[in-house]
């Protein structure tokens, strides 16, 4: 079994930072992609980030710029730097990863959210 424990969320105001962590445990061979979605109420989720198992990185055009994501191997945690906020970043942040527990079985696994409110 593998868990996804998140954090760092909160409240801030437009043009501030948050720095989220996602730390994945249990049994765990390796992980590839990491990532980090985002789902404002009434919408669907969306891609934020992700960042592949050799670092490649992509981003939703929304945050080009202002945000950076990043994984630390040896620790199974992926974060999210997010300058710059707008409150059109408000949202709950789920943080995502394909994990394989050996060479026949990986899955995907999810975190339970941590919500991201920036005030105008």
């Known amino acids: 079994q593998v868990q996804l424990a998140e954090s760092g969320g909160g409240l801030v105001q437009a043009g501030g930072s948050l720095r989220l962590s996602c730390a994945a445990s249990?049994?765990?061979?390796?992980?590839?992609?990491m990532g980090w979605y985002r789902q404002a109420p009434g919408k669907q989720r969306e891609l934020v980030a992700v960042?592949?198992?050799?670092?490649?990185?992509n981003y939703a055009d929304s945050v080009k710029g202002r945000f950076t994501i990043s994984r630390d191997n040896a620790k199974n945690t992926v974060y999210l730097q997010m300058n710059s906020l707008k409150p059109e970043d408000t949202a709950a942040y789920y943080c995502?990863?394909?994990?394989?527990?050996?060479?026949?079985?990986?899955?995907?696994?999810w975190g339970q959210g941590t919500q991201v409110t920036v005030s105008s």
């Open positions: 995502h990863a394909h994990i394989c527990h050996n060479i026949f079985w990986c899955n995907d696994y």
């Open positions: 249990g049994t765990i061979s390796s992980i590839n992609a």
């Open positions: 960042i592949t198992s050799d670092r490649s990185t």
